[in-house]
């Protein structure tokens, strides 16, 4: 027990440190591929590696969600200013009045088929609660990631992570292992650490060869993060 400490305090030691730049082997059997579509527009978004709270506010005017940091008390008090000037040159019922009239041309212009895409983009980040892999769904801690955990004895381990849109984002900058726990304390729990594959579009893990049902822990250090947050994942057994 007292080694299983050491080592889990190694490996969260490797994380916040950062790991080697090594890649994932392509899993041997077809079926275990997960198929994850990147695009440049997600990492521009929120939770994206190349996402501006600067650029953000000027495209939106409204300041990011996720919990509060230096950047986003800065930008909402610039939207406050905003708002303020805007009072104070406007009057509020013609505001309104104007503001209904822009989206209604916006509405009028859109060509078929944009209207749809307009109501998606509109979509609450946070509407999608299940996973989209066949995975288990998590709200990340910084309440602006989602992760995708997928595992089973057969594939391994695969983790695919979200920006705050549900879109798919880079892995490369992220960092995590996962704990293969057994239920008989007779045996050795193992610990794996999770590679990113060529493509930058998963992270993964091999399986372990264990006696009996087990759980997995996952551990995943986020770029801004101080401490590896931990997620239970349910295990598939089937061979």
Known sequence: ?????LILS??????????PTAQA????????????????EAEFQEGGSM??????????????QGPMTMSK??????HANMQRDKEGSHDEEKEGHVDKTVESEKHANMKPGQEDEHKEEKKASHDIHKGQ????????????????GIYSKKCGFSLVIFNAHTKPINVNRFRAFVK??????????????????KDGSLLK???VDIEGPYEVELYLKFPAGEEPAMFNIPASHDL
């Open 133 to 148: 892999h066949g995975g288990v769904f998590f709200m990340a801690p910084n309440k602006i990631h989602h992760v995708e």
């Open 10 to 19: 190694a490996a969260i030691m490797f994380l916040l440190l950062g790991l």
């Open 73 to 78: 008390t800065v930008a909402l008090e610039k």
């Open 51 to 64: 996402f501006s709270p600067a650029m953000h506010m000027q495209k939106t005017g409204m300041p990011m």
């Open 180 to 197: 293969y726990v057994p239920e008989d304390e007779d045996q050795l729990e193992a610990i794996r650490f999770l590679l990113p594959t």
């Open 25 to 40: 082997d392509a899993p041997k059997s077809s079926g275990c591929l997960t198929h994850v579509d990147l695009s440049k």
């Open 1 to 5: 027990m007292k080694s299983m400490k």
């Open 205 to 207: 893990a091999p399986s």
